[in-house]
């Protein structure tokens, strides 16, 4: 692997120009490709293999007319104090805002005087009108029709406020990836005292994100890729491309303060960081990839794309890197070191110079190891804890801010009629094979009447050919309760007895029962995706490493960031701890993605660190130098520059803390928060300590599987062997190897 990467680097190196080029082609290209392309489809959410989806599919089949996925809107009306909203004026001012609702994409309206949809005080009404579309998919003059009738209600001296998800907007992503792309300019500039070497990783980084996310338009159409997916592709390739750029530059510096000439320390440069920046970014699709194993579509194809992005971001690292530090030249160093080395441009080496802050840490961590990771994993238990008390759910009208129209719709309709009218379930009977469907479906109302939790059930509504009819189901509680989950549960539980009695086949389904079976799905996917992940990203690390511990080591410490992580989204999502401080205005359920999201994002993206930092190590290990010497080369070498790919990570992500939209700004947080904790905590404290108390025995390998795995030579000792073969490793070394792979 070094000696090819190796050979790669010189050759992109030295055909720098035609690298760059067919770079900016394919930039053009993918920008041709996007700029012609249709328009992407809408989000379609499905569920496969769960009965709410049956439920759709069904409700598709025998209502076709009925447009069971369409946009609902819910117009909420209350009479001023001590009036009834069943007056004539009020009702006359109802009807005339219901009537300003009809157009095209209207599929129904309903009365609420007929439909006796009015609060037992009499002042409250509210009227459903659902759409021959998705909400989604609605035109901007349908919302703008919906808005415009409400304020014409008010106008009329009602309280007019609206829900549903008719009133869908494209959420705000505030300016992410802007306020990263400054920060991390301003790390580069620090980290490199050029501005010149500042931008190459920010350059490079921005032609591979702007290349995957213009495929993923162009091809958007045909695979079916929402526009969504471009924000988790832009988000991961940024924060990647920019790291992968940053660890090649800087180790190409290292090479030049060596002594060798540019084409050579590019090739040193991409051999062996860029091996690193290889198995750094196949954890990463791994982790992505393996979002399939959840069996959502919007995910896996979420996941595909972003993993597509760092596909992109490793080939541009390992081909567009090296041909751009050979167009910068002599650049790659500030102007005041080129003033003061005018011949070679390479700032002078100086072995008696003060140790930087990596080697001080390093060393103070293997004077007190034991300290050093006692103190980091309290520290990450600690944060761990409200873990505890998580809990699940998906997002409603229920946790908006409390000045929106959408949360004073929720809070009136939960007031007056009941929280369980905010989020209704849908019993749908499949009478195809009953002999009498009008007495079965009597038979299963009655049922559901019956089941604890349950407040009303409205007379059931029969298809045309009557062999199908659905059932509305009003709960006690709201949508979020685990008292209406348990209500989706009792009713599927007595399907079978019912199907026996009747032969009508009973299903649950409805928004609110596809978000119980969206959580189930999630949860129950979480195990063997862990074991996915987990289980292929350790057989990675052992070819990577050669060891079996510091694998191990690298996944427990992974477990530690997630569980911290989601403890601290938990507690300022859900208790609301400093939630002021970053523009929370509704605390509430975690969203039922996170937690296997945050698994495989920060499972990948912890692992970059990981191999950055430990490869080093091993690299020094491998050459000769003792475990405890292996780690503050380790340090010296790669601290500062793991130091800064994480904070320009963290400032990637949480740049997007400041969106409006709950679930972006949760996903922000949650891996700037991951990262932070992995870096500083996980990679920076509780790595060295373990290894320093491992010793020699943390680069230990039974000698069947060292015999049984593959060399990839991340270490680059193959390549050193070939470059310098008479400087090959004495007897010491082969000594230190044999130990090493366990002879």
Not at 620 to 629: N, T, Y
Request: net charge neutral; aromatic share 6%.
């Amino acid at each position: 692997m070094a000696t090819f990467l190796y050979r790669l680097g010189r050759l992109a190196f030295r055909r720098r120009i035609i690298v760059a080029l067919a770079w900016v082609a394919l930039l053009i290209g993918a920008g041709v490709g996007a700029s012609t392309a249709s328009t992407p489809p809408d989000d379609e959410f499905t569920l496969p293999g769960t009965e709410s989806q049956e439920v759709f599919d069904l409700l598709d089949e025998r209502f076709p007319g009925a447009a069971s996925d369409g946009g609902t809107a819910r117009i909420v009306f209350q009479a001023p104090d001590g009036q009834k909203i069943t007056a004539t004026d009020n009702k006359e001012a109802v009807r005339d805002t219901l009537g300003q609702l009809k157009g095209k994409e209207t599929a129904n309206i309903a009365d609420p005087y007929q439909g006796k949809t009015i609060s037992k005080d009499g002042r409250t009404a509210y009227a459903q009108v659902t759409y021959k579309v998705p909400g989604n998919e609605l035109e901007d003059s349908t919302r703008d029709q919906i808005k415009d009738a409400a304020e014409s209600g008010r106008k009329a001296g009602l309280t007019v406020e609206t829900g549903g998800d008719a009133l869908f907007a494209e959420p705000d992503m505030g300016h992410g990836e802007i306020i990263g792309i400054a920060v991390a300019a301003v790390v580069l500039i620090i980290t490199f005292g050029s501005l010149v070497a500042a931008g190459l990783p920010l350059i490079t980084a921005l032609v591979g994100v702007g290349i995957g996310v213009m495929c993923i338009t162009a091809l958007g159409a045909t695979l079916g890729l929402s526009a969504i997916t471009n924000t988790l592709a832009m988000m991961i390739g940024l924060a990647v491309g920019i790291d992968y750029a940053l660890f090649i530059a800087s180790r190409y510096r290292a090479e030049l303060q060596e002594g060798r000439d540019h084409e050579e320390a590019v090739g040193r440069a991409v051999g062996t960081a860029g091996s690193a920046v290889v198995f750094a970014g196949l954890t990463v699709v791994i982790a992505l990839t393996g979002l399939a194993v959840v069996n959502i579509p919007l995910l896996t194809k979420m996941g595909l794309a972003a993993a597509g992005t760092v596909v992109i971001a490793v080939l541009v690292a390992i081909t567009l890197v090296p041909a751009a530090l050979g167009l910068v030249g002599k650049r790659i160093f500030g102007r005041r070191v080129r003033k003061a080395n005018p011949e070679t441009g390479v700032p002078a080496t100086d072995s008696h110079s003060k140790r930087g802050a990596g080697e001080r840490w390093a060393g103070f961590v293997l004077r007190r190891p034991i300290m050093v990771l006692v103190t980091a994993v309290l520290s990450l238990g600690v944060l761990a804890v409200p873990v505890a008390s998580m809990t699940l759910g998906l997002p409603d009208e229920g946790s908006q801010p409390e000045d929106t129209t959408q949360r004073k719709a929720y809070d009136l309709v939960s007031k007056n009629f009941g929280p369980g009218v905010n989020g209704p379930l849908l019993v749908v009977l499949d009478l195809k094979d009953s002999e009498n469907p009008q007495r079965a479906t009597e038979q299963v109302t009655q049922t559901v009447k019956r089941v604890k939790g349950v407040a009303q059930v409205p007379p059931a509504q029969f298809n045309k050919n009557r062999d199908a009819a659905t059932i509305p189901v009003i709960p006690k509680t709201g949508p979020g309760d685990a008292e209406t989950e348990d209500i989706v549960h009792d009713i599927r539980d007595r399907a079978d007895k019912l199907r026996s009695d009747t032969g009508a086949e009973v299903r649950v389904g409805g928004m609110t029962a596809a978000g119980v079976d969206f959580s189930v799905q999630l949860n129950d996917a979480l195990a063997p995706y862990l074991a996915l992940v987990v289980g292929l990203a350790f057989l990675l690390l052992i070819l990577v490493f050669r060891s079996v511990l510091v694998p191990v080591k690298a996944a427990l410490g992974f477990l530690f960031s997630v569980l911290a992580a989601l403890g601290t989204v938990v507690a300022v999502f859900q208790w609301g701890w400093l939630a002021n401080l970053i523009g929370v205005e509704q605390t509430g359920p975690i969203m039922s993605l996170m937690p296997i999201f945050m698994v495989g994002v920060i499972f990948g993206l912890a692992m970059d660190y990981e191999v950055f930092l430990v490869t080093r190590m091993r690299e020094a290990h491998v050459h000769g130098e003792s475990p405890d010497e292996a780690i503050t080369s380790g340090f010296k070498l790669g601290a500062r520059v793991v130091t800064a790919a994480a904070i320009i990570m963290i400032s990637v992500f949480a740049g997007f803390i400041g969106a409006s939209e709950p679930m972006i700004k949760m996903m922000g947080f949650g891996l700037a928060v991951a990262i932070l904790l992995d870096a500083f905590l996980v990679r920076m404290a509780v790595v060295p300590a373990v290894l320093a108390l491992l010793g020699e025995k943390a680069w230990w390998l039974p000698r069947w599987l060292d015999r049984a795995l593959p060399n990839v030579d991340v270490e680059g000792e193959k390549l050193r062997q070939h470059l310098e073969p008479e400087q090959a490793p004495g007897a010491v070394d082969d000594r230190r190897l044999e130990r090493t792979s366990g002879r």
